[in-house]
């Protein structure tokens, strides 16, 4: 034999022999491929990434409309008992990780392991992140859902806003019963509330909109639809509050639905100032998501009841980018509210983006109750540029009311912008309504007491 094979039929043999050994002993089985060393069961690490998009572990989806929580349901659904050396071991880590995936996975954990028994001692480990963090808000909507009144009510004892996205939880898990809470509260002659109404001198009011805030975001995110008409109910009552709380349903409809479907949902709405707000922003969306769609819906809905709602925001869109077609467009819808409210919108992103250009097109306009509001719409942006030319232009409307409307608009504007130099023009200007001067007086006493 040739001795320079030698060491090759060993190494061969070598080989061989492994792999028959291998093969007796460590057998491949069900194919499933090993847990890398060091990750015991329910671990969730950068090693088991693709578990996590599996299980759904730490992941928040939007499954439809209730979705809502950024935590995911799949998360709260799937839990897995964790010791109390387990919750203190990930809070360490949540705590002292510098790398954000680790410490993001390591709360997506807490959460997945969070009960009723527990919650406390994993509110310890998230008490130190700020109460607008993220992680401070899920984790409180999450112990809302599972707790209830428990998960409210321990933060009637704390300094942090913790009750409200408690109550937003309970309301995504059981919008009936939050809402049944809710509306029997009598926190005056609840001893339970003495702490936040006696102790720390909160008005009973404020805390009642607090909670009615968490409230319509947890409905919002469950049914936008209830939460829309919960708000449209407290509305109704009297109580402006609600009027910064109905962005929550229309949100909802806006992510969990198309732009249309959304669209069409917020026209259908009971006529008034929800629906309004509904229409406006809804149909802004549109514009930006697919402005071609949104434009022909606009043109389908110009002659029905709140379409100055829909031709606006989709007329503002379209100036941004061509402001001669869109009045072009606009000029060629019916005459009334929805036109003018497009006219306003026009120019108004034309002064924006050339106001030489939007001056020249209005000086070629016919007088007309049409040149009258986009003169309107262009001083109100104008004025951020050069407010005197905005209060010239403003000046120069034919409609008595609607250039007194303009010109308080543009003076408050330039009040804010800049005090003295309305307070100048107003002076050295004989003939313009004392609303004006009120309203520029007005704005400069509020910037002097702040």
């Known amino acids: 034999m040739n001795r320079n094979l030698f060491p090759h039929i060993i190494w061969i043999l070598v080989a061989s022999i492994s792999f028959i050994l291998g093969y007796k002993f460590f057998p491949a089985g069900d194919g499933r491929s090993a847990k890398p060393v060091g990750l015991e069961q329910g671990d969730l690490s950068l090693a088991d990434g693709k578990s996590l998009k599996r299980e759904g572990k730490g992941v928040s989806s939007q499954q439809g409309k209730g979705a809502g929580s950024e935590i995911g349901r799949d998360a709260l659904s799937e839990k897995k008992t964790l010791s109390d050396l387990e919750i203190e071991s990930l809070g360490q880590k949540l705590k002292e990780s510098t790398n954000p995936i680790d410490k993001r996975l390591a709360f997506s954990q807490l959460l997945q392991g969070l009960t009723a028994e527990n919650a406390l001692l994993i509110r310890d480990q998230i008490k130190n992140f700020d109460a607008g963090s993220p992680e401070f808000k899920e984790f409180h909507y999450a112990w809302g859902s599972i707790g209830g009144t428990d998960a409210i009510m321990f933060g009637v004892d704390t300094v942090e806003p913790d009750m409200s996205p408690a ?184 002064a924006g983006k050339d106001p030489a250009a939007a001056s020249d097109y209005l000086a070629n306009m016919p007088d007309s109750e049409m040149r009258n509001v986009a003169i309107s719409g262009f001083s109100d942006r104008l004025v951020w540029e050069n407010p005197q030319a905005a209060m010239t232009w403003a000046n120069s409307i034919t409609s008595d009311e609607m250039r007194n409307d303009a010109l308080t608009r543009v003076g408050r504007s330039w009040a804010r912008k800049d005090p003295k130099a309305a307070s100048d023009w107003a002076d050295s200007t004989p003939g313009i309504p004392s609303t004006i001067q009120s309203e520029i007086e007005n704005v400069n006493r509020s910037k002097r007491k702040n």
């Open 167 to 350: 109550l937003s939880g309970w309301a995504s898990s059981d919008p009936q019963k939050a809402i049944a809470w809710f509306e029997s509260l009598d926190m005056e002659n609840d001893s339970s509330f003495d702490p936040l109404l006696k102790d720390r001198k909160m008005k009973a009011e404020d805390l009642r909109n607090h909670l009615m805030g968490g409230l319509v975001q947890g409905l919002a995110d469950t049914d936008p639809d209830l939460a829309m008409r919960f708000v449209q109910e407290v509305l109704d009552s009297g109580n402006k509050a609600a009027h910064g709380m109905m962005h929550a349903p229309i949100s909802a409809m806006i992510r969990t639905s198309s732009p249309l479907e959304a669209a069409q949902w917020a026209s259908q709405l009971e006529e008034g100032f929800v629906r309004d707000q509904a229409m406006s922003r809804t149909a802004d969306h549109f514009a930006r998501k697919d402005f071609e769609a949104a434009k022909e819906w606009a043109e389908s809905v110009s002659s029905n009841d709140g379409a100055e709602r829909v031709i606006g925001p989709v007329t503002k869109n379209w100036a941004s980018r061509d402001p001669e077609a869109a009045m072009d467009w606009v000029s060629s819808l019916p005459e009334g509210k929805a036109q003018h409210s497009g006219t306003w919108a026009a120019l108004n992103g034309w």
